[in-house]
C-alpha cells in the first residue's frame, strides 16, 4: 500500500503512488505537502514510548517505581561527586579530561566519573632527590642505610679541565600556586626535576676552579645552583619549587685524593693561623694601648708629684733659711739634733754618760740602763713577753761588752 504521512501516523492510498508509471511522483507531479505540527509529533512519540516501555516490563512492576528508582540512582550518581582534600593537598577538578579548576583544603564537589574526576597533589610535602649517590636498605638490617655511589652522574668537569666528584641533594616540592603546572605541562616531573638539577650543577661546575671548588667556593656554590634550577624550571613552566640544595661531598677523583686533602688542610691551617694571629692582635693591641696610657697617666702624676715636692722642699728651705738668719746657733743645734733623730731614729740605742761616770749596779763605767718602753707594751701579750725577753738579753750583751771594753782600757 502507497505510503503518505497525513499527520496522524496513518497511511493511506490516494492514488498517486510514486512507484508506478503513469502516476504523480518522482518522474511526474510531486503531491503536496502536508504541514509539520510539532505537538502532534510530540504526543504521538510520547503515547509510543510509553506504551512500548509498559510493554517490555515485566509482570507486577509499576512504571512509576522504576522512574524513581532511575532518579535515585542518578541523585545517587551526582551525591557520589563530593569529595574531601586534606590540609596538605590541593584538588584539581577535571571534566572530560579538561582541567576546570583547583579546591583547597575542605570538602569539595565535581562532577562524578566518568564525567568528572579529581586528581590529590601533596603541595607541602619535601620531597628529595639524590644525585651522583643513592641510599638503599638492607632487608636484614632495616636501620642501617647503605650509600650506593653513581659516578655517571657525580663526576664533573671543572673550568681548569679538572675532575671533580660531587653529589648533592635537591630539596622540592609542588608549588601550591600553580599546581596545574606540576600535573599537566611535565611528565615524569621526579626525573625532570633531577636532570635539571644535574644539569644545572655541571653548569656552575664547569664554570669554577676545582681547588676553590675544595676550599671556599663551596658556600657559594649551593646558592648558585638552586636559582639556576629554580630558573630552567620556571621557563618550563613545572610548578615546581627548589627548597635547597645541599652539597654532601665534594671530592676530587679518587687517585689523587690524598694530594688534594693535603692541599685543603694546608689552606685550612693558613685559614685557621691566620685568624688566631688576628685574634691576637685584636687582644693585645687594646692591652698595649691601655699599657701605653697608664704609663703616660703615670708620668704625669710623677711629674706633678716632682714639681710639687721640690716647690715644697724649697719653700721649706726658704723658711729654714729665714730662721736660721733670726737665731744662727739655735737653728743648727736644732737641725743637727733632727739630722741625728733621722739617722739613729731605727737603731737600737745605748746611753753612756762620759761627765758623770756613774754606772749601774754591776760596775760598768759610763753605762746608763736604758728601758724600751714602747717593746715592753705590745699589742699581743705574748709577743710582748718575747720582745721584752729579747731586750732585756740585749742589753745585757751590751752591758758586758760595755765592761771588756772597760777593763781593756
Given at each position: 500500500?502507497?505510503?503518505i504521512n497525513?499527520?496522524?501516523g496513518?497511511?493511506?492510498?490516494?492514488?498517486r503512488d510514486?512507484?508506478?508509471?503513469?502516476?504523480?511522483?518522482?518522474w511526474?507531479?510531486?503531491?503536496?505537502?502536508?504541514?509539520?505540527?510539532?505537538?502532534?509529533m510530540?504526543r504521538?512519540?510520547?503515547?509510543s514510548?510509553?506504551s512500548?516501555?509498559?510493554?517490555h516490563?515485566p509482570?507486577?512492576?509499576n512504571?512509576?517505581?522504576?522512574?524513581a528508582?532511575?532518579l535515585?540512582?542518578?541523585?545517587?550518581?551526582?551525591?557520589?561527586g563530593?569529595?574531601?582534600?586534606?590540609?596538605?593537598?590541593?584538588?584539581?577538578?577535571?571534566?572530560f579530561?579538561?582541567?576546570?579548576?583547583?579546591?583547597g583544603p575542605?570538602?569539595?564537589?565535581?562532577?562524578?566519573?566518568?564525567?568528572?574526576?579529581?586528581?590529590?597533589l601533596?603541595?607541602?610535602?619535601?620531597?628529595?632527590i639524590?644525585?651522583?649517590?643513592?641510599?638503599?636498605?638492607?632487608?636484614?638490617h632495616p636501620n642501617?642505610?647503605?650509600h650506593?655511589e653513581?659516578?655517571?652522574?657525580?663526576?664533573?668537569?671543572t673550568?681548569?679541565?679538572?675532575?671533580?666528584d660531587?653529589?648533592?641533594?635537591v630539596v622540592?616540592?609542588?608549588?601550591?600556586?600553580?599546581?596545574?603546572?606540576?600535573?599537566?605541562?611535565?611528565?615524569?616531573?621526579?626525573?625532570?626535576?633531577?636532570?635539571?638539577a644535574?644539569?644545572?650543577?655541571?653548569?656552575?661546575?664547569?664554570?669554577?676552579?676545582?681547588q676553590?671548588?675544595l676550599?671556599a667556593?663551596?658556600?657559594?656554590?649551593e646558592?648558585?645552583?638552586?636559582?639556576l634550577?629554580?630558573?630552567?624550571?620556571?621557563?618550563?613552566?613545572a610548578?615546581?619549587l627548589?627548597?635547597?640544595v645541599?652539597?654532601?661531598?665534594?671530592d676530587?677523583?679518587?687517585?689523587?685524593?690524598?694530594?688534594?686533602?693535603?692541599?685543603?688542610a694546608?689552606?685550612?691551617?693558613?685559614?685557621r693561623?691566620?685568624?688566631?694571629a688576628?685574634?691576637?692582635?685584636?687582644?693585645?693591641v687594646?692591652?698595649a694601648?691601655?699599657?701605653?696610657?697608664?704609663i703616660?697617666?703615670e708620668a704625669?702624676?710623677?711629674?706633678?708629684?716632682?714639681?710639687?715636692?721640690?716647690?715644697?722642699q724649697?719653700?721649706?728651705?726658704?723658711?729654714?733659711?729665714?730662721?736660721?738668719a733670726?737665731?744662727?746657733?739655735?737653728?743648727?743645734?736644732?737641725?743637727?739634733?733632727?739630722?741625728?733623730?733621722?739617722?739613729?731614729?731605727?737603731?737600737?740605742?745605748v746611753f753612756?754618760?762620759?761627765?758623770?761616770?756613774?754606772?749601774?749596779?754591776?760596775?760598768?763605767?759610763?753605762?746608763?740602763?736604758?728601758?724600751?718602753?714602747?717593746r715592753?707594751?705590745?699589742?699581743?701579750?705574748?709577743?710582748?713577753?718575747?720582745?721584752?725577753?729579747?731586750?732585756?738579753?740585749g742589753?745585757?750583751?751590751?752591758?758586758?761588752?760595755?765592761?771588756?771594753?772597760?777593763?781593756?782600757?
Open positions: 500500500m502507497p505510503w497525513n499527520g496522524n496513518s497511511s493511506q492510498d490516494d492514488g510514486p512507484w508506478k508509471p503513469g502516476k504523480a511522483g518522482p511526474g507531479q510531486r503531491p503536496e505537502p502536508v504541514p509539520f505540527d510539532f505537538r502532534t510530540m504521538q512519540g510520547k503515547g514510548l510509553w512500548r516501555l509498559h510493554d516490563l509482570d507486577g512492576w512504571l512509576w517505581v522504576v522512574a528508582t532511575v535515585g540512582a542518578i541523585l545517587l550518581w551526582l551525591a557520589s563530593f569529595y574531601t582534600v586534606r590540609p596538605n593537598e590541593i584538588g584539581l577538578n577535571k571534566v579530561g579538561r582541567y576546570t579548576g583547583k579546591a575542605g570538602l569539595n564537589y565535581n562532577l562524578p566519573f566518568p564525567v568528572g574526576s579529581v586528581q590529590l601533596q603541595v607541602t610535602d619535601r620531597n628529595t639524590n644525585i651522583g649517590f643513592t641510599v638503599r636498605v638492607d632487608p636484614r642501617v642505610p647503605i650506593y653513581l659516578p655517571e652522574e657525580s663526576l664533573m668537569l673550568g681548569d679541565e679538572n675532575i671533580a660531587v653529589k648533592f641533594v622540592w616540592q609542588i608549588d601550591p600556586l600553580h599546581p596545574e603546572d606540576f600535573a599537566f605541562n611535565v611528565a615524569n616531573q621526579r626525573e625532570t626535576v633531577k636532570a635539571v644535574e644539569s644545572a650543577m655541571r653548569e656552575v661546575i664547569g664554570r669554577s676552579q676545582i676553590r671548588i676550599t667556593e663551596r658556600k657559594v656554590i646558592p648558585a645552583v638552586q636559582a634550577i629554580q630558573k630552567i624550571l620556571n621557563d618550563y613552566q610548578g615546581v627548589i627548597l635547597q645541599q652539597l654532601q661531598s665534594v676530587p677523583p679518587e687517585q689523587v685524593v690524598a694530594a688534594f686533602r693535603d692541599v685543603t694546608a689552606q685550612q691551617d693558613l685559614d693561623m691566620r685568624n688566631e688576628e685574634a691576637y692582635a685584636n687582644r693585645i687594646p692591652e694601648r691601655g699599657a701605653a696610657a697608664a703616660l697617666a704625669e702624676g710623677y711629674k706633678v708629684s716632682a714639681i710639687a715636692e721640690a716647690n715644697g724649697a719653700g721649706r728651705f726658704n723658711l729654714i733659711y729665714d730662721e736660721y733670726k737665731a744662727p746657733v739655735v737653728t743648727r743645734q736644732r737641725l743637727y739634733l733632727e739630722t741625728l733623730e733621722r739617722v739613729l731614729g731605727g737603731l737600737d740605742k753612756i754618760d762620759t761627765k758623770t761616770g756613774q754606772g749601774t749596779a754591776s760596775g760598768l763605767q759610763g753605762v746608763l740602763p736604758y728601758l724600751p718602753l714602747d715592753i707594751l705590745p699589742r699581743d701579750e705574748g709577743e710582748g713577753s718575747e720582745a721584752f725577753g729579747k731586750e732585756t738579753r742589753m745585757e750583751t751590751r752591758g758586758s761588752e760595755a765592761a771588756k771594753a772597760g777593763d781593756t782600757k
